[in-house]
Each structure stands twice: as C-alpha cells, then as structure tokens.
C-alpha cells in the first residue's frame, strides 16, 4: 500500500459516521446547560474551582443518553452518579500511591455495563485533585451528576420514555453470585473477548497510573483518558477508535490552543460561556462520528482538568500529546497483552453455525410437511412431480378404480 493510499484510509475511516444517526440538538443543548450554568455559577460566586468541579461530573454524566422506561433511567442515571461521586471521593481521600488499590479494581471491573470506565476515571481525577475539604467536593461533584441527572430525565432533552414493561421476580442474591461467577470461570477459560478486554483494561490502566505518580507527570490522568476512551475488545474496533480519537485530539487541541490565546486576559465568563458552548456542539456529534466528537471535547477536558483555569497553550498541546499517548498504549495492549487469535477459531465457529441452520431447517420441513403424507419429508421440489407412492397394504387395483379428478 503507497502512503498516499494509507493516508486516504486514514481520512475515510476518520470522516466515515454512523448510519441513521441525526444531529439531536436537544440532547446539546442539555450539555450547554449543565455544563455552562454550574461553571458560570462558580465564576459569579468567586468559587470557580467548585464549578468547574460541578460541571466536570455533570460533563461525565452526559457522555451518554440513558434508554428504556423511566424507572431504568432513573436507575442507570442515578447509580452512575453515585459511583462517580464515590470515586472521586476515595481517591481524594487516599491520592499517590495509596489510590492505586482502589484504582485497580475498578479499572478491571470497567467493561461491566453495572459500572463502567467512569467510577476508574473519577478515581484518578480524585486522586490528581487533593482537596482539603474533601466531602464538600464530593457533594458538588454529586449535585453536578444529579443536575445532568435531571435534565437527561426530561423527555424533551433525553428523548421520550418507553412504557413500562412487566419485571420478571428477581432470583435470590445467593442464586445470582453462583451464576456470575459460573459465567467467570466460562469466560476465563474460553478466552470471552469481554473477559480479555477486561484484563487489558485493568493491566493498562494500573500500569499508566504507577508511571503517572513515578514520575510525578502533570496532567497525566489524560493519558489514561485516552487509554479507557480508545481500548475496545478487538483489534479492529480498537485501531479504528484510535484514528477518530487521535485525529479528533489533534483537531481539538489546536482549537483549545486558540481558544486559551484569544481568550487570555477576557472575562472568565467568556471562557465558561465558550466551554458550555463546545459542549453543546459535541454532545450529538458523538453519536454520529466519535472523531469529531474529540474536536470539541478536548478543549472542554482540558479546561476542566484544571480546577484554577490558568492552563496555557503550551500545557494544552502537552496534555493532548498525553491523552495521543493513552490511545497508543490501548493499541500496544491489544496487541500484546492476551491477543484475540479470532482467525484460528474462525472454522469451528463456521462448523458450528452450519450445523446449527442444518438442524433448524430439518425442524422446519418437519413442521411443515402435511400429515398423512408416507414420507417424512419433502427433500426437493421434484419430488411433487413424481406419482404417489403406493402403500404396501393397498391393492393395485385401488389406484386404477379411483376416480380421476378433473
């Protein structure tokens, strides 16, 4: 492949987006509105590291729009906050080394849907970010979740509930745990891609946080931002994110790098206001095409990350290289730690996908061949062409003394 090839399937999949997905600009305006006011509020109340804080949990919050009746959404959106909050408060109250216990467990356990990437990220942006008041933090970081919280439960901004649907009785705790870990051992040894995927999280994740406070790197939860933002169970999902997500970092820092000259010496509300404005414009570009998403969402990361807003344009082209850095260890973990080898189990999986339509269509002429008929089944158009097979305990002459039908 020439170069000039390589950089054109470079730009294809960067720019290629998502079928049947519309730009929502309700869901944006929720993110410029949860963004924005918590931000502006800290700025107006001479408090603008507690907004910052605010609007960073509700930021995290809306990174996706909550499906299903109002009862699962209020659930999802609920718990989602809480674990952020206790997140962000465990690694205030432990920060260095002394994270690291908590940080890994819950990098491992980030591909459940119960958690996600998001109680592991708030342990590191905690754990960055000592406070000495660390449970009025925590209440700020929780009231920006449950802020977005309840902006995402309007249907006008989070789209309309489904009905409620019948609930089947749940099964005991004990019942539960044994099929878990039944399903744990499953896909250990099998090798599941979910499985896999965890483990690289986990070994990724904990490894970049020890270099991070080794070395005392400012800004390097970024790296690891990168690292939970990019990582995907294969190797194709995997290469595919990292060119959107690097492109789009590339894109976003040298618009953060404008962003933070022109906006040196303005009004700190101007810079809130632009803040909540990139939000909005990000949000639904997410869904459409995850690179674009990037353009904007690394200016509103950078900013806040940083809870003084004194960041410059140097520390922001710094900390975008840290969260490039991030999404090149995902690809490296991919393909060395436990790779897939998905090629060499493609036959048995043909194998076992042939067998199982063998079996459902010999069910399916079974169901449909008539009763009465001598044979079970009817094997091939041709054989409605042939005479009808005389019984064995019929008389010849019955065939010949019935009446023909006209």
Known sequence: MTAIGAVRGIVRTYLSREPGVAYDWRIGAAAAIAVGLPACLGVALDQQGAGILTAMAAWLVMRSTPRGDTRN???????????MAAGVALGMLTGGWAALPILAPAAFSAPLRVLGPFP????????????????????????????ATALLLIPYFGGRHDSPRPRPPREPAAVRVRAALAALRIAAGEGDPRFRHAVRLGVCVTAAYVLITATGLPGGQLVIIGIVTTLRPSWGQTTRRIVKRVGGTVLGSALAAALLVVAAGVSPYVLMAAVALLSGLGQPLRRINYGFWPVFSAPVALLLTDTSGTIGWIDALERSTYNAAGALLAALATLLIWPAREQDRIPDRLAAVLEAHARLLDRVAVLLTP???PGERLHTR?????????????????????PRCQ
Do not use: K, M, Y
Not at 73 to 83: A, D, N
């Open 73 to 83: 959404r209020i659930v999802s959106l609920v718990r989602r906050s809480l674990l």
């Open 120 to 147: 592991a990220l708030c342990v590191v942006v905690g754990a960055g970010q000592p406070h000495p008041d660390v449970w009025l933090n925590t209440a700020l970081f929780l009231a920006g979740g449950l802020f």
């Open 371 to 373: 009763t009465g008929l």
């Open 382 to 402: 041709a054989a409605d062409n042939l005479e009808p097979v005389v019984p064995h305990d019929t008389p010849a002459t019955s065939r010949s003394a019935a």
